[in-house]
């Protein structure tokens, strides 16, 4: 594994840890969401249903991410790949 690979590595960890470490602060408000979103539907109000649209496109981002992210490497490695030159070898 060269060196810049074994950098980003450990860069992709410590961005990782940093954002599980920050996300237990946001888990604190979930009770709290809940209890407005059920407050608001028994009163006959629409805004849970926006708050579950919020939650659905919140939870959506980091895969359309992850996956974009990971057909732009694809599709460079595939160019990368394409752009090798071939080893032959001869019998002379």
Do not use: H
């Not at 599980?20 to 009163?43: G, K």
């Not at 990971?70 to 002379?92: M, Q």
């Amino acid at each position: 594994m060269s060196l810049n690979m074994k950098k980003k590595l450990i860069l992709g960890i410590l961005v990782i840890v940093l954002i599980a470490c920050a996300s237990t602060d946001m888990l604190a408000q979930c009770p709290m969401c809940r209890m407005s979103a059920e407050s608001n539907l028994q009163d006959g109000g629409t805004e849970a249903r926006g708050l579950n649209n919020g939650i659905l496109y919140m939870l959506a981002m980091p895969y359309m991410l992850v996956g974009i992210l990971g057909f732009l490497w694809w599709k460079n490695r595939k160019d990368d790949d394409e752009d090798a030159i071939p080893l032959t070898y001869s019998d002379n």
